[in-house]
């Protein structure tokens, strides 16, 4: 017999109209002829252009000037060896051609989901027993480019939520490309990668022990200047490259509201997407509090699991994973370190789940299988829906099993506290099947999460709907245990 699951009536499904601004790169030579029309126009028609064009969507984003000289910059650098002259262009011509390489992307427009939960930085003004929770969204628009969202709710003493209504913009954050890179750690992913030795030894080898991303450049440069590389070889440098850009750290403006902020694909090896991001509040050793999240990277060919940092969901450091623990999806970080270690959870194979421990978050090598397909409806691949949680009796952690017509259903576990390769106990029957309304959608028959919490004994699990939209679900934390401990 199964447990009793509450569904809570909070959805979340698509909104079209939350847009962002996206620099439209229409070619090389296309690109030419438009600047060079816009630059044969006369004062007059410039300033009519832009002002039609700025109060047509300037209710629609903030700041939409400054985001047209941004793309108004890219295309300089897009057109530096044509012959086109742009010296000593007034700011409204420089606007008008930013706006020529802009466009509007609905983030949301394809489907909103896999929802992660964790306890909010905030705790401030809150009635007795309530909490403020974080829940961060997969937001998938057009190309099915995926993104991180975020909304802000309140948990109250009996376990019904509440959200935000969403701030009226979407906004993404400045990016700051001065990530600091270990030489070792770097050499180490670029062999995972198989970049050919000889190109490692003629591009990192000259470096120091510690360089930034500058110092990269300026060696990758010098490398192609004294060298006659074939294509190959510049095939090499190149993914030298994408592996640097795959650093970076970004910041939201402090006035935007939580809601607001959107996690764009940044770097080259995210441009299609940043998938099902695991958030987890992590409390260092000394009582700090930060927050981790794993996700992955997709380029259209590669993934690449990255590792998301901050501490206010302000600022934000990104950077890549590595090591054999971090292969493949379904990263999911433990909240806390384990002997010293921090521990994590990961599907390598792609079938059974897996668990590693490290003294570097960023380093994670030989993984050891804890779980495989034990009952029918997961037969075809178990795995975790992010970081487990605490509790004495031991780490609950929520699973996903796949099964027939390959059906995602949710459900749980319980690993040893002091030695979560140990499992204790695991569900026979799924904890959530999809029903009627939540098996429909873009790919249908699926539930899924990526992180949930526990609340006044009550587990809330927010989770997919058919890779469309979200809703979330409470179950008794005793009736839980009840059927885990053996």
């Not at 629609?60 to 000593?88: A, C, M, P, Q, W």
């Not at 309140?154 to 906004?171: A, M, P, W």
């Not at 796949?402 to 576990?413: D, Q, T």
């Not at 008794?476 to 053996?486: K, S």
Request: proline share 5%; aromatic share 10%.
């Amino acid at each position: 017999m199964r447990i009793i699951v509450e569904r809570k009536p909070n959805r979340f499904y698509p909104n079209f109209k939350r847009v962002i601004i996206r620099f439209f790169n229409n070619g090389a030579e296309r690109s030419k002829n438009l600047v060079e029309k816009v630059l044969e126009l006369d004062d007059e028609d410039v300033e009519l252009s832009l002002t039609q064009t700025l109060r047509d969507f300037a209710k629609r984003h903030r700041n939409l000037t400054k985001k047209f000289l941004k793309h108004y910059e890219k295309v300089k650098e897009l057109l530096s060896d044509s012959s086109i002259e742009l010296k000593g262009l007034s700011e409204s011509k420089k606007l008008l051609i930013g706006s020529y390489f802009s466009m509007e992307y609905s983030i949301e427009s394809a489907a909103f989901f896999n929802p992660s939960m964790v306890e909010s930085p905030d705790q401030t003004v809150l009635e007795e027993g309530s909490k403020r929770v974080v829940v961060s969204f997969r937001a998938t628009g057009e190309g099915h480019v995926s993104s991180i969202v975020f909304h802000s709710g309140i948990i109250d003493h009996k376990g019904d939520l509440t959200f935000e209504k969403s701030g009226r913009y979407v906004d993404e954050p400045e990016v700051v490309k001065r990530a600091n890179y270990n030489k070792k750690t770097f050499i180490n992913k670029l062999r995972e990668m198989n970049v050919d030795k000889s190109i490692i030894s003629l591009v990192i080898e000259p470096l120091d022990d510690k360089f930034i991303y500058g110092d990269l450049l300026k060696s990758v440069n010098e490398a192609l200047e004294r060298n006659n590389a074939n294509e190959e070889k510049r095939r090499a440098i190149k993914e030298i490259i994408w592996l640097a850009d795959s650093h970076y750290e970004i910041k939201f403006s402090r006035d935007t509201h939580l809601s607001e902020r959107v996690i764009f694909p940044v770097s080259y090896t995210e441009r299609k997407g940043i998938e099902d991001a695991r958030f987890v509040r992590f409390v260092e050793d000394d009582g700090q509090i930060v927050y981790y999240a794993t996700y992955t990277a997709y380029d259209g060919f590669t993934i690449l699991p990255k590792l998301i940092v901050t501490k206010d969901f302000h600022h934000f450091e990104v950077k890549p994973l590595h090591g054999k623990g971090a292969q493949n999806k379904n990263l999911a970080l433990f909240p806390r370190k384990i002997d010293g270690k921090y521990v994590m959870l990961s599907r390598i194979d792609g079938v059974n789940s897996f668990i590693g421990f490290s003294e570097n978050i960023n380093v994670w090598e030989e993984p050891v299988k804890i779980q495989e397909p034990k009952y029918p409806w997961e037969y075809i691949q178990i795995g975790n829906c992010g970081a487990p949680e605490e509790t004495p009796e031991g780490w609950i952690l929520i699973t996903h099993g796949v099964g027939p017509m390959r059906r995602y259903c949710l459900g749980a576990s319980l690993l040893d506290l002091k030695d979560p390769t140990k499992e204790i106990g695991r569900l026979k029957e799924p904890l959530l099947i999809p029903n009627d309304e939540e098996r429909e959608g873009y790919v249908p028959n699926v539930v899924y999460s990526c992180g949930s919490l526990i609340h006044n004994n009550k587990l809330i699990v927010p989770y997919g709907l058919s890779d469309t939209g979200a809703g979330f679900l409470s179950v008794d934390m005793d009736a839980l245990l009840e059927r885990l401990v053996p």
